[in-house]
Nanobody
Framework: QVQLVESGGGLVQAGGSLRLSCAAF????????MGWDRQTPGGQRELVAR???????NYADSVKGRFTISRDNAKNTVYLQMNSLKAEDTGVYYC????????????WGQGTQVTVSS
């Protein structure tokens, strides 16, 4: 059974930092692309960051230069380091995985709330 378990969310002031973690179970982690999406308070779901199995990354324009996605294949964990947080970064952050047989992300975690106060 696949499980993606996010942690690290919370309340932070604008300009602060948070690091999200996502532990993966039930997948061959090193063979999965991983990523983070977020759902805004208005209900919009948006891509935040992706990391491929070769370590290449891509980011939403709104977070480039502030957020860094990374992975530790030995720990089956993907991270999202978020710096210089803004109020508009507030939302529920979801971790997802995609295996090589799928064009879209197969699985998503339950999400972790990030609230940035201005």
């Amino acid at each position: 059974q696949v499980q993606l378990v996010e942690s690290g969310g919370g309340l932070v002031q604008a300009g602060g930092s948070l690091r999200l973690s996502c532990a993966a179970f039930g997948i061959i982690f090193r063979l999965n692309a991983m990523g983070w999406d977020r759902q805004t308070p208005g209900g919009q779901r948006e891509l935040v960051a992706r990391i491929n199995i070769d370590g290449t990354t891509n980011y939403a324009d709104s977070v480039k230069g502030r957020f860094t996605i990374s992975r530790d294949n030995a720990k089956n964990t993907v991270y999202l380091q978020m710096n210089s947080l803004k109020a508009e970064d507030t939302g529920v952050y979801y971790c997802g995985s995609r295996n090589s047989r799928s064009a879209t992300f197969n699985y998503w975690g339950q999400g972790t709330q990030v609230t940035v106060s201005s």
